[in-house]
């Protein structure tokens, strides 16, 4: 069964940074790309970031470029993102996913239950 | 960027209605669109893939079609567990998601 736990969310002040984590179980980690989806309160789902099996193509939606950094760690199972210079309207429910294919953006076929990210001071 | 813009945002039926709901690219994708059904609390499930693919497990009252830059999610006979919200996903070029239609009551 692919389970997908995401972890490392909390409240953080505006500017601060935040790692969350996501471990994999249930399938090859090593031979899908991952990605980042995150929900703000009440608002509809934003694609943040994705990565390739071997962490050599990383990709990122333009309202978190060069504050996040997406990563993974093949002999953990383990898929990552840093965010930096946190602001309010990063406040969201942030999933991780697993993508169908190995590189590129592809559709998500798990999802992992979701981690809060609260921005405030 | 390719926006995906759906419509309606809210939808009202019946159980047993036949349900259709629209997703348009803003520049052609090909195929390269999904749907997902989201219920409060929880996280999205994948119906859709290459626009008309059934993901395995998805009950087959749910299909999907289109291509280029128009697309439709069908649910042809809605059930009480069908009350949710619905989101295109298009991954032709990165990735983005459309608004969302709340199928309710």
């Known amino acids: 069964e692919v389970q997908l736990l995401e972890s490392g969310g909390g409240l953080v002040q505006p500017g601060g940074s935040l790692r969350l984590s996501c471990v994999a179980s249930?399938?090859?980690?090593?031979?899908?790309?991952l990605s980042w989806v995150r929900q703000a309160p009440g608002k509809g789902l934003e694609w943040v970031s994705g990565?390739?099996?071997?962490?050599?193509?990383?990709?990122?939606a333009d309202s978190v470029k060069g504050r996040f950094t997406i990563s993974r760690d093949n002999s953990k199972n383990t898929l990552y993102l840093q965010m930096n210079s946190l602001r309010a309207e990063d406040t969201a429910v942030y999933y991780c996913?697993?993508?169908?294919f190995g590189s590129g953006c592809n559709d998500l076929d798990y999802w992992g239950q979701g981690t809060l990210v609260t921005v405030s001071s | 960027d390719i926006q995906m813009t759906q419509s309606p945002s809210t939808l009202s039926a019946s159980v047993g209605d036949r349900v259709t709901i629209t997703c348009r690219a803003s520049?052609?994708?090909?195929?390269?669109l999904a749907w997902y059904q989201q219920k409060p609390g929880k996280a999205p499930k994948l119906l859709i893939y290459?626009?008309?693919s059934l993901e395995s497990g998805v009950p087959s009252r749910f299909s999907g079609s289109g291509s280029g830059t128009e697309f439709t999610l069908t649910i042809s006979s809605l059930q009480p567990d069908d009350f949710a919200t619905y989101y295109c996903?298009?991954?032709?070029?990165?990735?983005?998601f459309g608004g969302g239609t709340k199928v309710e009551i």
């Open positions: 990565i390739s099996t071997s962490d050599d193509r990383t990709y990122y």
């Open positions: 290459r626009a008309s």
């Open positions: 996903q298009q991954y032709n070029t990165y990735s983005f």
């Open positions: 996913a697993k993508d169908r």
């Open positions: 249930g399938f090859t980690f090593s031979s899908y790309a």
């Open positions: 520049q052609s994708i090909s195929t390269w």
